[in-house]
């Protein structure tokens, strides 16, 4: 059973950065493709980004600027690092694996049980 | 950018379908998803690949995509079934959320 679990501090101030890891279980990281996705409160799921296997990435547009993802094979953990955040970055921030990427419409079957991180001073 | 439009609400009553749907530009030529989101838990894959349901996910959901509209039908709804619904889609190796539709089941 593939299992997904986020890390990383809760609270960012602004203008620094925000770092979260997903352990995965279960499961090699790789293979498949793995993604971040937010949900700031009231509002709805915004994907940010995804790491695949050979190391390569692909991140939202909107985002692209401040988003670096990357993965420690050793430990089975990828991670997020998002610069300059603001408190419009206030989210929960998922971590979900996709089996094929773009194309295959395979969907994001696991998901992480999500982590809130919070941007205030 | 890619854009799917969802409509903000639906309401249906116990043991009726109801069906959300998600639109999009030529919307039918890709494969949506479909994601069920309860208040305080993850989402959950109900339909992937327009109309394909994962292991677990019960035969009253369903799904469609022609044209520029894809459709989420939940047949003999019940009141687990209130939650966020999301669909999704891969633009140009992009993941496009819709912006979710609230099932009420009054």
């Known amino acids: 059973q593939v299992q997904l679990q986020e890390s990383g501090p809760g609270l960012v101030k602004p203008s620094e950065t925000l770092s979260l890891t997903c352990t995965v279980s279960g499961a090699s990281i790789s293979s498949y493709f793995w993604n971040w996705i937010r949900q700031p409160p009231g509002k709805g799921l915004e994907w940010i980004g995804y790491f695949f296997d050979t190391g390569s990435t692909n991140y939202n547009p909107s985002l692209k600027s401040r988003v670096t993802m990357s993965a420690d094979t050793s430990k089975n953990q990828f991670s997020l690092k998002l610069s300059s955040v603001t408190a419009a970055d206030t989210a929960v921030y998922y971590c979900?694996?996709?089996?094929?990427?773009?194309?295959f419409g395979d969907g994001m079957d696991v998901w992480g049980q999500g982590t809130t991180v919070t941007v205030s001073s | 950018s890619y854009e799917l439009t969802q409509p903000p609400s639906v309401s249906v009553s116990p043991g009726q379908t109801a069906s959300i749907t998600c639109s999009g530009d030529?919307?039918?030529?890709?494969?949506v998803c479909w994601y069920q989101k309860k208040p305080g838990q993850s989402p959950v894959l109900v339909i992937y690949q327009d109309t394909q349901r994962p292991s677990g996910i019960p035969e009253r959901f369903s799904g469609s995509n022609s044209g520029n509209t894809a459709t989420l039908a939940i047949s003999g709804t019940q009141a687990m079934d209130e939650a966020d619904y999301f669909c999704?889609?891969?633009?140009?190796?992009?993941?496009?959320f819709g912006g979710g539709t609230k099932l009420t089941v009054l």
């Open positions: 979900a694996r996709d089996k094929r990427g773009s194309g």
């Open positions: 999704q889609a891969w633009d140009s190796s992009t993941a496009v």
């Open positions: 030529k919307l039918g030529n890709k494969y």
